[in-house]
T-cell receptor, first 114, second 116 residues
Framework: EAGVTQFPSHSVIEKGQTVTLRCDPI?????LYWYRRVMGKEIKFLLH????????ESGMPNNRFLAERTGGTYSTLKVQPAELEDSGVYFC????????????FGPGTRLLVL | AQKVTQAQTEISVVEKEDVTLDCVYE???????LFWYKQPPSGELVFLIR??????QNEISGRYSWNFQKSTSSFNFTITASQVVDSAVYFC?????????????FGGGTRVLVKP
């Protein structure tokens, strides 16, 4: 069974540009989560999808971040326009059971905004 | 609000030594889950264990063991007879069972360096 995959693995962009990150969850996992780790900080929750619906987006830092999960399969996280403080590692995770399911993580996307 | 503290930022040991990673958590909920994840140099987060708040039985898996103590709000992780392949960053995390979606709250991580 394939694990959570994320694309790209690395992205280097200039301030003001747009970047779109993609996450493909484990097949059959209805729950999809985005987290990020900014340099020197803890891994922080961004948002949670149940199928195509946003269940909790309390961790989204501001309206420059837009997450979608069309069709309840893969998800994209767009940052527009990117700022220097958006640099970090963006992790995606998926789980099968909402309240007790273990979250399995992807390898992360390392974003550097110059 | 929930919080996870990993006071040790980095631990360095020589191969075959035991190493214990501390994790202290805060939550107001009576039902919650605790996790440990490993992040090897390749970067992905690898799930190691999940423990629910009603099960204080310690667990052993090979060279790994976990000590859960509700009285001290701690969920410590011990690697016995460490190996170079154990070198990684280890994260402790908490989720509250009644919170919608059981989002994880992570500690800051402990970097373990095992020298040959």
């Amino acid at each position: 069974e394939a694990g959570v995959t994320q694309f790209p693995s690395h992205s280097v962009i200039e301030k003001g540009q747009t970047v779109t990150l993609r996450c493909d969850p484990i097949s059959g996992h209805d729950n999809l989560y985005w987290y990020r780790r900014v340099m020197g900080k803890e891994i922080k929750f961004l948002l949670h999808f149940v199928k195509e619906s946003k269940q909790d987006e309390s961790g989204m830092p501001n309206n420059r971040f837009l997450a979608e999960r069309t069709g309840g399969t893969y998800s994209t996280l767009k940052v527009q326009p990117a700022e220097l403080e958006d640099s970090g590692v963006y992790f995606c995770a998926s789980s099968q059971v909402r309240y007790q399911g273990t979250q399995y993580f992807g390898p992360g996307t390392r974003l550097l905004v110059l | 609000a929930q919080k996870v503290t990993q006071a040790q930022t980095e631990i360095s040991v020589v191969e075959k030594e035991d190493v214990t990673l501390d994790c202290v958590y805060e939550t107001r909920d009576t039902t919650y889950y605790l996790f440990w994840y490993k992040q090897p140099p390749s970067g992905e987060l690898v799930f190691l264990i999940r423990r629910n708040s009603f099960d204080e039985q310690n667990e052993i898996s090979g060279r790994y063991s976990w000590n859960f103590q509700k009285s001290t709000s701690s969920f410590n992780f011990t690697i016995t007879a460490s190996q170079v392949v154990d070198s990684a960053v280890y994260f402790c995390a908490l989720s509250e069972a009644k919170a919608a979606g059981n989002k994880l709250t992570f500690g800051g991580g402990t970097r373990v360096l095992v020298k040959p």
